[in-house]
């Protein structure tokens, strides 16, 4: 699995905006890969953010 589908999955899992960090601690990946994939997702339209620095599944 790509980093973007883990990332997709985990945050579809918590049921609740997370941030960066905590999708990290979550998911075991590298903050930074969290957020380059974070960055993708956000571009193609699949996650959104409720408010500042939290992040959720479309």
Do not use: F, H
Not at 29 to 56: F, H, N
């Amino acid at each position: 699995m790509e980093a973007q589908e883990i990332v997709l999955d985990a945050m579809k899992k918590a049921g609740e905006p997370l941030n960066a960090g905590k999708i990290a601690d979550l998911t075991g990946i590298d903050r930074k890969e969290v957020d380059k994939a974070m960055a993708k997702l956000k571009t193609e339209g699949l996650i959104e953010s409720p408010r500042r620095c939290y992040w959720q599944a479309k």
